[in-house]
């Protein structure tokens, strides 16, 4: 079965470096992968969405890359501020349905 | 400003009551899900509906059911409350033919005694 594998220990950035967060997926490459943030208590936001055929994406301070070699995606966070802590949770596409990873928690000590 | 609502934040019930979750959505999607969460082990999908009065099950559909008789509106019931469904309960909602980028409600944390 597919499944998404994220960090599941927290990841301590010191304010102002890049954090750098991984998403694993199994089986067969997704046609796109999505990332989303999650503050406690709160639903789930959309940040970004990045496609099978698409090395690269940017949002401002965020990057998303994908790599189907290495069955993985990677979240960039640049000049990382504290207001950056939260959940980050990768999903993947799988049918009309999303399958989720069950996130990494972002620390940002000022 | 486009949201989803969910009834309740915060719910306290019994073991064996029958619970109501209600969501409604503003932006006119087709489709809508619900998940609940849990430490560990991320959102599972318990029911989506892609029409009104059309339901399919997810991953997780055992003592949950689901009504959808508006556009708008999407309800999960818990027709038997057990200790084990105490969890987070997110509803969510997409465009459908689009990418599935969801839009979440704020969530509901559910205690069962």
């Known amino acids: 079965s597919q499944k998404i594998e994220q960090n599941s220990e927290a990841l301590n950035i010191q304010e102002g470096k890049t954090a750098t967060l991984t998403c694993n997926y199994t089986?067969?490459?997704?046609?796109?992968l999505q990332w989303y943030r999650q503050d406690p208590g709160r639903g789930p936001v959309f940040l970004l969405l990045?496609?099978?055929n698409e090395k690269e994406k940017r949002k401002e301070r965020l990057k998303v890359t994908f790599d189907t070699t290495l069955k993985q995606s990677l979240f960039h966070i640049t000049a990382s501020q504290p207001a950056d802590s939260a959940t980050y949770l990768c999903a993947r596409d799988s049918n009309y349905q999303l399958i989720w990873g069950a996130g990494t928690k972002l620390i940002i000590k000022p | 400003d486009v949201k989803v609502t969910q009834s309740s934040r915060y719910l306290v019930k019994r073991t064996g009551e029958k619970v109501f979750l209600e969501c409604v959505q503003d932006m006119d999607h087709e489709n809508m899900f619900w998940y609940r969460q849990d430490p560990g082990l991320g959102l599972r999908l318990i029911y989506f509906s892609y029409d009104v009065k059309m339901k399919e099950k997810g991953d997780i559909p055992e003592g949950y059911s689901v009504s959808r008789e508006k556009k708008e509106r999407f309800s999960l019931i818990l027709e038997s409350a057990s200790t084990n469904q105490t969890s987070m309960y997110l509803c969510?909602?997409?465009?459908?033919?689009?990418?599935?980028?969801?839009?979440f409600g704020p969530g509901t944390r559910l205690t069962v005694l």
């Open positions: 969510a909602s997409t465009v459908a033919g689009g990418d599935n980028e969801q839009f």
């Open positions: 990045i496609r099978e």
């Open positions: 089986n067969y490459s997704p046609a796109y």
